[in-house]
């Protein structure tokens, strides 16, 4: 069983910064990626962006420069650094797992998490 566990969340102002966490845990040989993805009122799951395990990083053009994110292999945690927030960035945030290989079965899977809310005031 894999779980992905975010935290973070909250209500900032426009121009102020936020720092989320997903902690991720279980019986796990190898994670392909971890990616950030939001779903805005009313909108589908966009991705935000994403690391992979050779630390190559991508991201949402709405996002760059402004949105970093990186990952602590030794707490199995990656973090989303979003700095200078908009009205727009205002979203369920949630964490992916991509491509998971699980110790017990060797079997491929994607996980998310559950969500944390992020809401930017102008």
């Known amino acids: 069983q894999v779980q992905l566990v975010e935290s973070g969340g909250g209500l900032v102002q426009a121009g102020g910064s936020l720092r989320l966490s997903c902690v991720v845990s279980g019986s796990i040989f190898s994670i392909r990626a971890m990616g950030w993805y939001r779903q805005p009122p009313g909108k589908q799951r966009e991705l935000v962006a994403a690391?992979?395990?050779?630390?190559?990083?991508n991201y949402a053009d709405s996002v760059k420069g402004r949105f970093t994110i990186s990952r602590d292999n030794a707490k199995s945690t990656v973090y989303l650094q979003m700095n200078s927030l908009k009205p727009e960035d205002t979203a369920v945030y949630f964490c992916n797992a991509d491509r998971v290989v699980l110790t017990t079965t060797m079997g491929v899977s994607d996980y998310w998490g559950q969500g944390t809310q992020v809401t930017v005031s102008s």
């Open positions: 690391i992979t395990s050779g630390g190559n990083t």
